[in-house]
T-cell receptor, first 112, second 114 residues
């Protein structure tokens, strides 16, 4: 049983560019959340998707957007990249009615 | 709002020493509490959880008890190993209408030396 997978593992972009990160949830999970983890910090909640809709959003600007597909996989898009967007982006999935979130290995984004 | 506070690290121990990492929380309602571990260069792995007051979560020799009276969820292990070296995150599940998001502490780095 594959766990949560994310791609790519590493990414380097320049300021002003746009980036798309991808996540496939654990088998049987229909809810996907995205978190940003800056260096030396705990993860911060970006948003959560369920049934292809954004269910809740954390304190992140509109430059951060997402999507969930019918197969429950998800994308995180960040527009107009800033140096401060450099971080590890974590995807987590969970099943309906459950409360434990399982994390992927993350995508490390470096903005130059 | 809800929040989690962890002791600052790094915590440096010799192999077979006793470990305690303190975690306290502020929350309305009755959140579930979690400990996640992050090994170098990797994502987060669930270590243990507790869903209600006085519950004890345990896994791989680690334990934590949900203490509502002291709003704490301290992580303990009786005898640490070098392989336990990692960053440990305490988190609570902020359960709102139709959502569960995790609120994390800042993490505590554990370094275990032979």
């Amino acid at each position: 049983d594959a766990g949560v997978t994310q791609s790519p593992t590493h990414l380097i972009k320049t300021r002003g560019q746009q980036v798309t990160l991808r996540c496939s949830p654990k088998s049987g999970h229909d809810t996907v959340s995205w978190y940003q983890q800056a260096l030396g910090q705990g993860p911060q909640f970006i948003f959560q998707y369920y049934e292809e809709e954004e269910r809740q959003r954390g304190n992140f600007p509109d430059r951060f957007s997402g999507h969930q597909f019918p197969n429950y996989s998800s994308e995180l898009n960040v527009n107009a990249l800033l140096l401060g967007d450099s971080a590890l982006y974590l995807c987590a999935s969970m099943g309906s009615g459950q409360e434990t979130q399982y994390f992927g290995p993350g995508t490390r984004l470096l903005v130059l | 709002g809800n929040s989690v506070t962890q002791m600052e690290g790094p915590v440096t121990l010799s192999e077979e020493a006793f470990l305690t990492i303190n975690c306290t929380y502020t929350a309305t309602g009755y959140p579930s509490l979690f400990w996640y571990v992050q090994y170098p260069g990797e994502g987060l792995q669930l270590l243990l959880k507790a869903t209600k007051a006085d519950d004890k979560g345990s896994n791989k020799g680690f334990e934590a008890t949900y203490r509502k009276e002291t709003t704490s969820f301290h992580l303990e292990k009786g005898s640490v190993q070098v392989s336990d070296s990692a960053v440990y995150f305490c988190a609570l599940s902020d359960q709102g209408y139709n959502t569960d998001k995790l609120i994390f502490g800042t993490g505590t780095r554990l370094q275990v030396f032979p």
